[in-house]
């Protein structure tokens, strides 16, 4: 099909390419001022307008499709923006402007925020993807939930409670220090500690002039070679548990997350995964609130 170029006082318009596909409605460039003409198509928005964002990640955020899927079924011609077939990686449209679908549903502009807890077992990294063809925590996530993203780590040979969701915002809020956050982790080290190396857990050690301390720590039970000890931090440096123990003479043997503030594992099994409520969502950030407006 054929487009006509129409020049107005108001209005400049310039095409690169004559057919209507997917890299056209890329390659149209208009001014502020758009015609409001009777039998005018609506198009993709410009890259430069206030709230664009490239098309998969629109329907990736939707949460139930994962990037890359998205990307194929654009270049399958599944997608549409404003009644017109997109084609082309890299197209761009406004989620709350444009009218978007994909095998003709309807993609709202406000995403469905999802929560999921996960118990992590060992041998899986907490990254969405791994250069060195390692397995992730998202080889655990259902396929339709591959747009979230982990909230905070727990290393290869680390388990338990993993937080994964799509809302940012709730991420941040988890991870900032400032918020107090309780993280709790049951740990088993070699040796039996004294009272004075918990006390030393405590108070805190520099390592390569970054300081390392545990919110709390426990004595759980003693075993035949050590113990297992029950840490509270409210803020997470990498290593910071293994590297506290290890220097202090008590390598970490196993090392389990068991709890983020008032979520806890439960009976979740090693590579199982459940929703969280929104219920207990909103607690935390009505928690946080409340810790920030103390201060």
């Known amino acids: 099909m054929k487009l006509l170029l129409m020049t107005t006082s108001t209005q400049s318009t310039k095409i690169k390419s004559a057919r209507l596909s997917g890299k056209t409605l890329n390659s149209i460039k208009t001014s502020p001022n758009t015609s409001n003409e009777p039998g005018s198509q609506a198009k993709p928005r410009s890259e430069n307008r206030q709230g664009n964002m490239r098309l998969h990640k629109i329907l990736a955020r939707d949460g139930s499709i994962s990037l890359r899927a998205a990307e194929r079924a654009i270049t399958m011609g599944r997608v549409t923006v404003n009644g017109v077939a997109i084609t082309q990686k890299g197209a761009n449209a406004d989620p709350n402007k444009d009218v978007i679908t994909i095998d003709e549903r309807k993609i709202s502009g406000t995403p469905t925020r999802v929560y999921l807890i996960l118990n992590k077992p060992k041998g899986y990294i907490c990254s969405r993807h791994d250069e060195k063809g390692r397995k992730t925590v998202m080889d655990l996530v259902p396929d339709n939930y591959q747009n979230l993203y982990p909230v905070g780590r727990l290393d290869y040979n680390s388990e338990g409670l993993l937080l994964l969701t799509n809302d940012g915002d709730f991420t941040q809020l988890v991870l900032a220090p400032k918020n107090h956050i309780d993280r709790t982790y049951m740990v088993k080290v070699r040796n039996l500690p004294t009272v004075a190396t918990l006390n030393k857990m405590e108070s805190g050690i520099t390592i390569n002039r970054v300081k390392l301390k545990a919110g709390s720590v426990r004595m759980n039970e003693s075993t035949d070679s050590g ?69």
Do not use: M, Y
């Open 227 to 295: 113990a297992w000890l029950r840490f509270v931090l409210t803020e997470g440096k990498k290593h910071q548990i293994r590297k506290l123990c290890e220097t202090l003479g008590h390598p970490v043997q196993k090392l389990k997350r068991v709890s983020i503030g008032p979520i806890t594992l439960g009976n979740l099994k090693p590579g199982e995964s459940r929703h969280l409520s929104i219920e207990v969502v909103n607690r935390i950030k009505k928690d946080a609130g409340t810790t920030r407006s103390r201060k």
